[in-house]
């Protein structure tokens, strides 16, 4: 068995790297770019700093600053008609998950128009895109690496996974200095976001010996430096090893593949607005107990790689270890279950059989180790309201 596996061109990795991005957009012989992000970009400085030095490296960029949390197909109206106003040659997402989901969905937009509707899962989308380049300002999506785009059908409200080569960045500019702002939620639901990545990439189905190692790696930097990002943000040691670990995570699960949390944490996202990482978080030490018994060998490797079990541990033992310290870690930082989130029981309710069939249908539970009924998405979904 051959594994296929693909990453960005070219990455610039450490504290500073993005006053480099002027280089990096010249050096692939670029000059037009878009930069795509939000208001608190904005509202820092950052999204002007970055213009700054794109224009001092003799490129010609422009902003668009109206990016939403969790893009829907809507929302992506505006950044099309601002990238084709500036008839841009490359696009850079800048900021979360979102600007750079948003970034991803405007490069094949932009070059084979259509909607966003034809691209989702289980098309597999090669191309042609304009170049994308990542700059991630939180440490967890790992979209900086990957080969996926999430969009929210705005008629529909299904996240639609739209993969293929089409939306891996072709650079990816890595710079931990960009996250000491984060505030503890973000860093804690992000940072299990991340785990979530390099844990599931593991498990996987789909794993493959390249995958596992990063995926084995980022988790054991996320078990020593996640609970110390959240307690003080200012740790840039911290700070920066959960930047390296979620791009490792991010590469790792673009080469394998996630599974049955992220297949049922889109919906929730869609119907409840609840943001991608808290929503993983949300349903991670569940999911991993309804799972682990198919596949104690692989999470009794993650338990140890986390540091809560060791090699004179059995797997099951180990594997066990790993549900428990789970969620000790969601219950640390203070992941909310849906219900203290704020969500209503009876909305819940009468949500799950939806989506448990879009959970289904996005593909994601069939890498899981156990892959699950209908029913049993049901019970999960029922399990961790509360």
């Known amino acids: 068995m051959t594994a296929s596996i693909a990453l960005p061109r070219i990455m610039r990795i450490g504290g500073g790297a993005v006053r480099e991005i002027g280089d990096v957009v010249q050096s692939l012989g670029l000059s037009r770019p878009l930069v ?8 820092t400085g950052a999204a002007q700093r970055m213009l700054d030095n794109l224009e001092a490296a003799g490129t010609t960029p ?42 991803k969905a405007l490069g094949i937009l932009g070059r084979q128009g259509e909607s966003m509707r034809d691209y989702k899962a289980p098309r597999i989308n090669a191309g042609p895109a304009l170049p994308i380049i990542a700059v991630p300002t939180t440490a967890g999506s790992g979209s900086e690496a990957t080969q996926f785009t999430v969009i929210t059908d705005s008629l529909s409200d299904e996240k639609m996974l739209c993969p293929g080569l089409a939306f891996l960045p072709v ?14 939620r973000l860093t804690a639901d992000t ?57 490792q995570a991010g590469i790792a699960f673009s080469n394998s593949s996630v599974a049955l949390v992220h297949g049922m944490s889109r919906p929730i996202g869609a119907h409840f607005h609840v943001a991608h990482g808290l929503s993983n978080a949300m349903l991670f030490p569940a999911v991993t107990a309804f799972s682990v018994t198919a596949a104690e060998s692989r999470y009794a490797d993650c338990a140890r790689a986390l540091g809560v079990a060791t090699s004179g541990d059995d797997d099951t033992t180990a594997a066990n270890n790993l549900v428990v310290a789970l969620r000790e870690l969601c219950r640390d930082v203070e992941v909310p279950t849906p219900k203290t989130y704020g969500i ?25 180790p156990v892959v699950p009924s209908d029913a049993e998405i049901r019970d999960l979904y029922a399990q961790v309201y509360g």
């Open 36 to 43: 795509v992000t939000d208001a608190f970009q904005v509202g």
């Open 62 to 103: 422009r902003l668009f600053a109206d990016t939403v949390p969790d893009p829907t197909t809507d929302s992506l109206d505006a950044g099309l008609a601002a990238l084709t106003e500036h008839d841009a040659d490359t696009v850079i997402g800048f900021g979360g998950g979102s600007p750079m989901d948003t970034a």
């Open 171 to 184: 650079a990816a500019v890595i710079d931990y200095e960009l996250t000491l702002s984060m505030p503890p």
């Open 191 to 247: 940072g299990v976001d991340a785990l979530t990545h390099a844990i599931e990439a593991y498990v996987s189905r789909k794993s493959n010996p390249f995958s596992d190692s990063l995926a084995l790696v980022a988790i054991g930097t996320i078990g020593r430096s996640l609970r110390r990002a959240y307690t003080d943000g200012s740790d840039a040691d911290a700070r920066e090893q959960m930047m390296l670990a979620a791009t």
């Open 344 to 368: 209503d029981r009876a909305r819940w309710d009468e949500m799950i059989p939806l989506m448990a069939q879009q959970a289904l249908a996005s593909g994601s539970p069939n890498n899981n």
